[in-house]
């Protein structure tokens, strides 16, 4: 039986079985590299040390994003791969 996610903890040990995967694969996407772990991208997301999870303060995120400085968003699915950029001067 599976173990329930937690939104707070990383799961470290998954986290570093996705980057011995992408040392092998250095282009693997975490789509992918969630399909090859029998994962859901959403729970390698959440073992990334670098994600944070917001939850329900999206909004609040949002309406904040001039505060962040440039930024780089990537949307990706098995069709289409956007990117976008945004430098704050």
Known sequence: MSQPLSL???????????Q?????????FP???????????FELMLASPYSQYIGDQCKAVLKQFE?????????RNELA???????IS
């Not at 707070?8 to 996705?18: D, P």
């Not at 505060?67 to 949307?75: A, L, R, T, W, Y």
């Not at 791969?81 to 430098?87: D, F, I, M, Y």
């Open 8 to 18: 707070t903890k990383k799961n470290t040990e998954l986290w570093q079985q996705y």
């Open 20 to 28: 011995a995967l992408k040392a092998k694969t250095p282009m693997l």
């Open 31 to 41: 789509t992918e590299g969630a399909a090859a772990l029998g994962i859901s991208e």
């Open 67 to 75: 505060k962040f400085g440039d930024m780089e968003s990537i949307v």
């Open 81 to 87: 791969v956007h990117e976008k950029n945004r430098a």
